[in-house]
């Protein structure tokens, strides 16, 4: 596959713009489900290539997005939802550095008493593109309610006129409605509505009712004619709709005639609002037809998100479109994609050194109801260059024995023969369900697992259905613990206090390790790993809301944990984000693979400098303070156990005083003097040695 790890695709919206310094454009995607962009190099073969370099330079943003150029400097500029309107952004990019500069939020409109918000719902798709052909671009949208289209005339270059006349966001209202047109619902237009009744809708020539909100709008001449039609897909709908044009390309349009089964000789057909995109993916110099669900969620489970982004190539001409149906996962058959809620786990599953790949799902379409298993996909490579293939889609047969959904994977040992077991958390109806698959199978060959001796695992009934479970021994006994990503944010420690074979687990705290419980940030999902070779454990969180974090996981169940990197440098992976961790390419470090909630993953290659350990340090180092008082009005000495250099940062994970060079055991005096109140950390830095943090209070 030539972008495997390009994350998954749901419902999306495709624009084409230039990301590097060739003569390509390239093609962006925003998927309206993870609120995610992904860009796509084009190559010279006429692929597209993932590259994820210029995810960060797009801003982040909710419901749609629009790449269209409004100031002609041939650079496409992108608009976006605001709340209950439209948001723009220049596009200032130069020599392959990717950038944009907000210029209006909202756009305006000239109103009877002075400037108004162009009014967007966050259902729908507006159709921004230059209708009338004067040079600048237009804006039509729902009105409020869903039934009408309003046309924002721009006047820009109207009202500057000259050969010098720059296109502008000069716009004003046309009207209560335009193209003479009631949309009542899925295949039901009324026609003969007098939009130019001095302004105001007249009444029908039939019988019409109000539609409710919900539609996308594609503007362009879709039969050669030289009139614009309206291509329009409806929230209650599951297929797109051709509205004819019948007169001019301006305010006087007037459509005359409604073409549901469109395109005629392969209709879209499949369970979900959708939306139109007609750009040139296949650089033949014609806009070819991109068809994708415009929906938040999945709602009923009725749409397959493995194959939702329709591909229909023009065959026809710029000025007289022919649209042929090529495919329907336009760039999904190119990645991993198991439809959503991607959950992956990885571990040597055939006994020959490197790690396996598992992957859970929220399920597929079957005619005997919506099910979920495992995915498998071997490593036919090496420890050092890893190549999954896949093996099959339905690992043990789960998905045809089990009746649930929402499966989540984990490998690890939970009954202490060192041989990775396999975990499911899963859903059957509103229940969450764990079972263990013990791994019969000796240490270092392939492992075995019998699905029907699969143990139910005695889990706390409170867990919810959006929660996560991780098991790890938290608090180095020997036994797997359990913790549990709260959908408010928080991370629960159940302390294993049976055995590995008879686990118990007792509520310990609902707050473990200090995660401050934020609903915005929702469910966390956890890896516990050493990430950097230093024989201590570091901390992953993913988020429900797509936040990446790395602490240091706490010396005790009680102590907090460290902030040591908020990830920000990673373009953002979506939402309903879950993590596995193992070394794929042969540095000893754990990488990243990241599931989502767009079906697909991700990978995250681990960069950190592999700590050397020389020594085994004194265990009194860990216990006792080296930096006090505590807490201080002003002054804190350090006196560390090793040379090195102290910084102070505060729980964002901000330096707030750089580092100072500090001697073993010899006192060094801090002024804090100039900070706020509040707690602080003082982070102990040397070469080839652990961070170090000690906690301050500034009290005063």
């Keep these: 596959m030539p972008n495997a790890f390009a994350g998954g695709l749901n419902a999306c919206q495709f624009s084409m713009m230039k990301l590097d310094s060739d003569t390509r454009d390239d093609l962006v995607v925003f998927d309206r489900t993870a609120s995610k962009v992904s860009t796509f190099l084009a190559q010279a073969d006429g692929s597209f290539r993932y590259d994820p370099r210029y995810e960060s330079a797009f801003p982040a943003m909710l419901n749609w997005m629009l790449l269209v150029d409004y100031d002609a400097d041939g650079r496409r500029d992108l608009f976006t939802y605001t709340t209950a309107g439209?948001?723009?952004?220049?596009?200032?990019?130069?020599?392959?550095?990717?950038?944009?500069?907000?210029?209006?939020?909202?756009?305006?409109?000239?109103?009877?008493?002075?400037?108004?918000?162009?009014?967007?719902?966050?259902?729908?798709?507006?159709?921004?593109?230059?209708?009338?052909?004067?040079?600048?671009?237009?804006?039509?949208?729902?009105?409020?309610?869903?039934?009408?289209?309003?046309?924002?005339?721009?006047?820009?270059?109207?009202?500057?006129?000259?050969?010098?006349?720059?296109?502008?966001?000069?716009?004003?209202?046309?009207?209560?409605?335009?193209?003479?047109?009631?949309?009542?619902?899925?295949?039901?237009?009324?026609?003969?509505?007098?939009?130019q009744g001095g302004g105001r809708i007249a009444t029908p020539?039939?019988?019409a009712r109000p539609a409710h909100s919900g539609i996308t709008l594609t503007i362009a001449d879709t039969d050669g004619d030289n009139r614009k039609d309206i291509l329009l897909g409806h929230v209650g709908c599951f297929n797109v709709n051709q509205i004819r044009n019948a007169t001019s390309n301006d305010a006087k349009a007037n459509f005359v005639s409604a073409e549901t089964k469109f395109p005629a000789n392969a209709p879209v057909d499949f369970p979900s609002f959708l939306a139109t995109f007609l750009e040139d993916v296949d650089a033949d110099g014609d806009a070819d037809l991109l068809v994708s669900p415009n929906n938040s969620g999945n709602d009923g489970g009725l749409t397959d998100y493995r194959t939702s982004n329709w591909?229909?190539?023009?065959?026809?001409?710029?000025?007289?479109p022919a649209y042929e149906l090529v495919q329907k996962n336009f760039l999904q058959d190119g990645m991993i994609d198991l439809g959503e809620n991607s959950a992956p786990a990885l571990a040597d599953l055939d006994g020959d050194g490197d790690a396996d790949l598992l992957v859970g799902h929220a399920g597929t379409i079957t005619s005997a109801g919506t099910r979920a298993g495992l995915w498998y996909f071997e490593n036919k490579g090496t420890t050092n260059d890893p190549a999954f293939e896949l093996v099959t889609t339905d690992y043990l047969g789960l998905a045809q024995s089990?009746?649930?959904?929402?499966?989540?994977?984990?490998?690890?040992?939970?009954?202490?023969?060192?041989?990775?077991?396999?975990?499911?958390?899963?859903?059957?109806?509103?229940?969450?369900?764990?079972?263990?698959?013990?791994?019969?199978?000796?240490?270092?060959?392939?492992?075995?697992?019998?699905?029907?001796?699969?143990?139910?695992?005695?889990?706390?009934?409170?867990?919810?259905?959006?929660?996560?479970?991780?098991?790890?021994?938290?608090?180095?006994?020997?036994?797997?613990?359990?913790?549990?990503?709260?959908?408010?944010?928080?991370?629960?420690?159940?302390?294993?206090?049976?055995?590995?074979?008879?686990?118990?687990?007792?509520?310990?705290?609902?707050?473990?390790?200090?995660?401050?419980?934020?609903?915005?940030?929702?469910?966390?999902?956890?890896?516990?790993?050493?990430?950097?070779?230093?024989?201590?454990?570091?901390?992953?969180?993913?988020?429900?809301?797509?936040?990446?974090?790395?602490?240091?996981?706490p010396d005790s169940p009680t102590q907090p944990a460290v902030l040591l990197d908020s990830l920000n440098n990673l373009s953002f992976a979506g939402t309903d984000l879950t993590l596995a961790a193992a070394d794929l390419d042969g540095d000893k470090l754990p990488d990243l693979v990241l599931g989502s909630i767009a079906g697909g993953l991700r990978f995250i290659k681990n960069d950190s400098e592999k700590v050397i350990i020389t020594a085994t340090e004194p265990t009194t180092d860990d216990t006792t303070p080296w930096?006090?008082?505590?807490?201080?009005?002003?002054y804190v000495t350090v006196r560390p156990p090793h040379d090195g250099m102290a910084e102070v940062i505060n729980l964002a994970g901000q330096?707030?005083?750089?580092?100072?060079?500090?001697?073993?055991?010899?006192?060094?005096?801090?002024?804090?003097?100039?900070?706020?109140?509040?707690?602080?950390?003082?982070?102990?830095?040397?070469?080839?040695?652990?961070?170090?943090?000690?906690?301050?209070?500034?009290?005063?």
């Excluded at 930096?627 to 002003?634: F, G, H, K, L, S």
């Excluded at 003082?682 to 209070?697: D, G, Q, S, T």
């Design 402 to 553: 089990l009746n649930v959904t929402y499966t989540v994977p984990q490998l690890i040992d939970m009954d202490g023969n060192q041989t990775p077991d396999l975990v499911l958390t899963s859903r059957a109806g509103r229940v969450v369900q764990v079972r263990v698959f013990l791994n019969t199978a000796p240490r270092g060959t392939a492992a075995r697992y019998v699905a029907a001796e699969a143990r139910t695992w005695p889990v706390p009934a409170t867990i919810g259905l959006r929660e996560l479970l991780t098991f790890a021994d938290v608090d180095r006994d020997g036994l797997v613990d359990l913790l549990v990503g709260k959908q408010i944010g928080t991370v629960e420690y159940y302390r294993n206090t049976g055995s590995n074979g008879a686990p118990v687990y007792t509520p310990q705290s609902q707050t473990f390790a200090n995660l401050a419980g934020d609903i915005t940030t929702g469910t966390r999902s956890l890896v516990v790993a050493d990430l950097n070779g230093d024989n201590r454990p570091e901390l992953v969180t993913g988020s429900y809301n797509g936040q990446l974090r790395l602490y240091r996981f």
């Design 86 to 195: 439209i948001r723009l952004f220049r596009n200032i990019s130069t020599a392959g550095q990717v950038r944009f500069q907000l210029v209006a939020d909202p756009l305006m409109v000239e109103g009877f008493s002075g400037l108004l918000p162009i009014y967007g719902s966050p259902v729908d798709i507006p159709a921004i593109t230059d209708l009338d052909d004067d040079g600048d671009i237009d804006v039509l949208a729902a009105q409020v309610g869903g039934s009408y289209v309003v046309y924002y005339e721009n006047l820009s270059r109207n009202r500057t006129p000259g050969p010098k006349a720059l296109p502008g966001l000069d716009f004003k209202r046309n009207g209560d409605c335009w193209g003479n047109f009631i949309i009542n619902d899925c295949e039901a237009f009324a026609f003969g509505v007098n939009c």
């Design 627 to 634: 930096a006090y008082p505590n807490p201080t009005d002003r």
């Design 311 to 320: 591909f229909y190539r023009n065959t026809g001409t710029r000025t007289k």
């Design 655 to 700: 330096v707030v005083r750089a580092g100072t060079p500090v001697r073993a055991y010899n006192e060094t005096t801090i002024d804090l003097g100039d900070l706020p109140e509040g707690t602080y950390l003082v982070r102990l830095l040397a070469p080839n040695k652990p961070a170090r943090v000690e906690k301050v209070v500034i009290w005063r």
């Design 205 to 207: 020539t039939s019988g």
